[in-house]
């Protein structure tokens, strides 16, 4: 959808406060690649790592992140072809799996509190195979891990493409070029204009998505079934009750796979699959009363 003319200084008061929130951005050498991260609050607290999705970066949670600086201090990385991260050949749930534990070993923990969300989320659960003792907790964020065979048959032919790179004269006609994948609307105007300005970069050709357009073409990922059904992390999940992705039969088919007990789901009334975009502040409120338990 298109951004529309709302500007940040008629934002609520509580998202300009947040955002005007600078963390301490850092980097990680892993793999031969760069990994950007940056942190909000006090190290000595424990912490709550948050993962976004494809195409995405951490800079998508800064209007969320100051919301957990009383009790946590938190962290948000971009994968490697992602944000500030460097590029590579090819991508992988694995290198990503590597990547986050090369963030979490920077900050010096030995396992983290985890918000994961759409591609994070299965990268996040891949890492529980290799990095058993990685999450204390894992929030899987309208995250699909497994599908029922019949829809996972029918989503492969619709996986994403390579994309050729999009150039714009401005960050303005940039910004205005932003859509969410899947598509959505975003009611919330002045959220998704923070998340579009931070997703540009300017080069010689013009300012284009900082996103490597050769992801989809590279990415390996893995079959998740058993690694679900064998998961010893605690896991909840959360997703929009008007999510494109979380239809009933896969909600049934995640709790009969990963032997959830229905307290572990969480429906968010009325967001859809970026939820944290579509109701920032009922997200939040239902994270903190998760992370309670």
Known sequence: MLIGKNPLNKSPEWFTRNIEIEPENNSVEVDGASINFNVWGDKN???LLLLHGFNAHSLWWSHIAPAFMEKYCVVAMDFSGMGDSGRRDFYSQEIYSKEIKGVV???GWDSVTCLAHSMGGSVSMFST????DLFSKLILLD???????EKATAMKSSRPSSRFAVFSEDLEEAIARFRLMPPQPCAKD?????VAKH???QTEEGWTLKADPLIPKTYEYNDLHEIFMKAKVDIEIVYGGSSQLYSQDVIDYMVYVGNLDQ???HKLDGAMH?????????FIELIQNILKK
Request: proline share 14%; charged share 15%; aromatic share 10%.
């Open 274 to 282: 970026h939820l944290f975009l579509d109701m920032p502040e009922e």
């Open 199 to 201: 997703s540009y970069k």
């Open 45 to 47: 607290l424990p912490g």
């Open 129 to 132: 195979s290799i990095f058993p």
């Open 263 to 265: 307290n572990k789901m």
């Open 143 to 149: 995250s699909i891990i497994v599908l029922p065979p």
């Open 105 to 107: 070993n920077a900050m």
């Open 190 to 194: 002045y959220v998704l204009r923070n």
